[in-house]
């Protein structure tokens, strides 16, 4: 379903007609509906602020942009139909769609010449070859590794397993597992959650038969209401329950769902909101297009640095044309380079010939040679209103140190 800008809250500027030259069209694929609708007002936040600072720096080679939306339901099956419906509009690049969907469109993108910015941390892609695709957000095998990592720096050296039957969720569990072990822990249960069943009173019971001292998790927000009632009710909530990204939202449906407990025992890992004068440019313009107190989502940092590096690859090229342009995104973000941390400097820059390195709003976003890039992680817990606070932060090093121990023993 093809989503119109004016039905989810927003508006873009468009080029007026005359002399002035046709405007660029950002494609932009997330679910707005299904269970995991939540990721469509984080995509469409970021989008909506990296074409705000695009346009208001003049926008690309003269032409503003403006962009358009298509629903895949985070389904696979909608993936396809979504993507074509944003070829219709003839979109200069696109970003998303999140994990669920990606791999039902990535063989498309060359055949249409379009780039692509992905966002999420889907683990099968960190050794891709598609010269059409990045990803400005760090894989999940990183997260993954957090994941154990935090547990282990507290102790928690027996743990199962619940990740549902999708590929993003499953694409946690093997780097999960060889993290866990090689610092030390024991794996009680791996259990593959069926998502949609009205009890897991008989999984959750196999699961919890040796007592672990921690959970991992990863599910759709609907399966995770029933899971989290039965646990409840058996008992289980009484230890820490470790998150990925989507339990992360303040006062969100896992923490509504999560019960009693949920100050002291979920937690939720996350890319590291990032520092520094590129995210605080980011903040700004933010908060320009939407309004100070507006909830400042996650990823929206990921989406905005994926138009903002589309823009500049465009003006070093001096083309919008993606065949030409896409050969420049590396050199554009990453080393050897003058580091500028927003659009119109970088801008600045190239038109004075000069190599930039852009330090974007989610970090240096050097993409390495799969078009991947890394990142350190936080780990947010909740307070008795659910809204979340950093609880501790895993730093690419110690990231490092433990795929570093994985290698060793494999």
Not at 241 to 256: F, R, T, V
Not at 263 to 275: D, I
């Amino acid at each position: 379903m093809l989503v119109s800008v004016a039905s989810v809250g927003l508006t873009t500027t468009v080029a007026s007609a005359g002399t002035k030259p046709a405007p660029l069209v950002v494609g932009a694929m997330f679910p707005f509906t299904g269970a995991k609708a939540i990721l469509s007002t984080w995509g469409t936040h970021g989008v909506a602020a990296g074409v705000y600072a695009v346009n208001a720096a003049g926008g690309v080679l003269g032409h503003q942009l403006t962009y358009t939306y298509a629903d895949d339901a985070a389904d696979p099956a909608d993936a396809l139909p979504a993507f074509r419906q944003l070829m219709l509009h003839h979109p200069t690049f696109l970003v998303g769609p999140f994990s669920p969907t990606i791999e039902s469109v990535i063989n498309q993108f060359v055949p249409n010449n379009v780039v692509d910015f992905m966002v999420g941390g889907l683990s099968t892609l960190d050794n891709n070859t598609n010269p059409n695709w990045f990803r400005t957000s760090s894989s999940d095998s990183n997260e993954a590794t957090a994941m154990a990592y935090f547990a282990i720096s507290h102790g928690w050296k027996t743990a199962v397993m619940l990740f549902d039957n999708s590929a993003n969720s499953q694409g946690f569990v093997p780097p999960l597992m060889a993290a866990y072990k090689a610092l030390g822990g024991t794996i009680q249960s791996n259990q593959v959650i069926n998502p949609g069943a009205s009890s897991y009173t008989s999984t959750l019971t196999s699961a919890f038969q040796n007592n672990p001292a921690v959970v991992f998790d990863s599910m759709d927000s609907a399966t995770a209401a029933t899971l989290f009632h039965d646990a409840q009710q058996l008992g289980y909530m009484n230890r820490p329950w470790i998150g990925d990204d989507l339990q992360s939202s303040s006062q969100g449906p896992y923490a509504a769902a999560f019960g009693p407990t949920v100050t002291t025992n979920l937690y939720a890992a996350l890319p590291a909101t990032p520092s520094g004068a590129g995210y605080n440019t980011f903040l700004k313009d933010y908060a320009l297009r939407f309004g100070k107190k507006t909830t400042v989502w996650p990823t929206t940092y990921n989406e905005y640095d994926s138009i903002v590096i589309a823009s500049l690859a465009m003006t070093m090229a001096n083309s919008t044309n993606p065949k030409v342009w896409v050969k420049d995104v590396t050199k554009v973000s990453n080393p050897p380079g003058t580091a500028c941390t927003n659009y119109p400097q970088c801008v600045a820059l190239l038109k004075k010939h000069v190599k930039i390195n852009y330090q974007g709003a989610a970090g240096n976003d050097d993409f390495n040679k799969y078009h991947n890039v890394f990142s350190g992680f936080q780990f947010l817990g909740f307070n008795s209103a659910l809204n979340t606070h950093q609880v501790a932060f895993v730093t690419p090093a110690q990231l490092a140190a433990t795929v570093a121990k994985e290698s060793k023993k494999g």
